[in-house]
């Protein structure tokens, strides 16, 4: 193992595994970790992509349209395990997204070259990257699938039960409730319209919001608010 | 050549290409082609994707919240060269939109399990996925950017945008224009609001449409409408 990587750091990425031992190795030498605290911004929107984000610890944020007048949107919260800037290895490089960590976070970054002649030397880890962007399709058009609808509180009632049938299925990882206002930035929506609607549907005893700030849903939600 | 897939289909796509011909001719032999007329549903939403879908002439549109009673999302045209389902290589496969043949259309099915095992046995063709799905993420993207603008005018402004810019650098495929219900579709928005803006937008002189239904912007569009 290279000196300057935790040895334990590349258990966590399915991509760096995929490289033989000596590969992987020749990867991680040009590899940088660094720690950085809630508040650092680590991509600005429309700042080039010239290393790929390793996150092995804490969160980052995604969001997007923070320049803008209006509201941002909020893609999500990228947790320990999460891989940014894959697709600027075969696309245009400029992020579209703006990366801010919300809780200290330690990442390897790992120049987009060194990654691209590793690739080039070991192409069948080309599946791997697959992998990581066909997580990213399939999300992304979740997003867009719960963005699309016109109705605001078909767009929470959805969000409310994925991030339900989340909180069942996984062990919850600490930190990753949102916020009612990360909730109102998940969907499109005006922090005051989220707001309301949770009341009623916690007055309603639909739902109900634990001291950690995870949601539950107690009864089926009403399809129409 | 495999005798029942006609030998210039291939050529349209560098997936297909990425494979050693051997390979390849396995695969295709184990596809069929198939003509479909305008209005043919062939995918919908939640059914199982059990096949790619390589498509060679025609139009395909994807569009999601089809069953919902509200309106449909317009993902957008998928025109000669697109290929649908790769991500269900690797995701679960209940497919997200639903494809229409809006064009009399040709295409390539393909099994996924076909593809999955060339891909097993030439796994350097993973590269060529990969570079569907970031070129999926990259717009996906741009999509979501677009939909969580919280103003209906810098939705449209930036999708207009959009058009224009690629009216201008691609020799435009005639059929691609994009109605006013198309437009309104793709960005989440009632017809009338989006026909109102755009006739506002002519009257002004920023925009015209020409004869084949494209946009062509003559002066920058105003910041706010």
């Given at each position: 193992?290279?000196?300057?990587?935790?040895?334990?750091?590349?258990?966590?990425?399915?991509?760096?595994?995929?490289?033989?031992?000596?590969?992987?190795?020749?990867?991680?030498?040009?590899?940088?970790?660094?720690?950085?605290?809630?508040?650092?911004?680590?991509?600005?929107?429309?700042?080039?992509?010239?290393?790929?984000?390793f996150i092995s610890s804490?969160?980052?944020?995604?969001?997007?349209?923070?320049?803008a007048a209006g509201r941002?949107?909020?893609?999500?919260?990228?947790?320990?395990?999460?891989?940014?800037?894959?697709?600027?290895?075969?696309?245009?490089?400029?992020?579209?997204?703006?990366?801010?960590?919300?809780?200290?976070?330690?990442?390897?970054?790992?120049?987009?070259?060194?990654?691209?002649?590793?690739?080039?030397?070991?192409?069948?880890?080309?599946?791997?990257?697959?992998?990581?962007?066909?997580?990213?399709?399939?999300?992304?058009?979740?997003?867009?699938?719960?963005?699309?609808?016109?109705?605001?509180?078909?767009?929470?009632?959805?969000?409310?039960?994925?991030?339900?049938?989340?909180?069942?299925?996984?062990?919850?990882?600490?930190?990753?409730?949102?916020?009612?206002?990360?909730?109102?930035?998940?969907?499109?929506?005006?922090?005051?319209?989220?707001?309301r609607m949770l009341a009623?549907?916690?007055?309603?005893?639909?739902?109900?919001?634990?001291?950690?700030?995870?949601?539950?849903?107690?009864?089926?939600?009403?399809?129409?608010?």
């Amino acid at each position: 193992m290279t000196p300057n990587i935790d040895s334990l750091l590349p258990l966590l990425f399915p991509l760096l595994q995929a490289f033989p031992v000596a590969e992987r190795e020749k990867l991680l030498a040009v590899g940088h970790e660094h720690d950085a605290t809630a508040g650092t911004v680590l991509w600005e929107e429309g700042q080039r992509i010239d290393d790929i984000l390793f996150i092995s610890s804490g969160i980052v944020v995604a969001t997007s349209n923070t320049q803008a007048a209006g509201r941002f949107f909020l893609y999500g919260h990228m947790a320990a395990g999460s891989v940014a800037g894959l697709h600027a290895l075969q696309m245009p490089n400029a992020a579209q997204v703006q990366l801010t960590v919300q809780e200290d976070a330690h990442y390897l970054q790992l120049p987009l070259s060194a990654l691209s002649e590793a690739l080039a030397a070991y192409p069948a880890a080309w599946e791997a990257v697959a992998r990581e962007l066909a997580q990213g399709v399939f999300h992304l058009v979740n997003t867009i699938n719960l963005l699309a609808q016109s109705n605001g509180y078909h767009r929470l009632r959805r969000l409310l039960i994925q991030l339900d049938r989340r909180a069942r299925n996984e062990h919850q990882q600490s930190g990753l409730a949102l916020s009612q206002q990360e909730l109102a930035a998940r969907i499109g929506l005006s922090r005051e319209m989220v707001n309301r609607m949770l009341a009623q549907l916690r007055s309603g005893g639909y739902l109900e919001q634990d001291e950690r700030g995870i949601f539950k849903i107690l009864q089926p939600l009403p399809r129409e608010f």
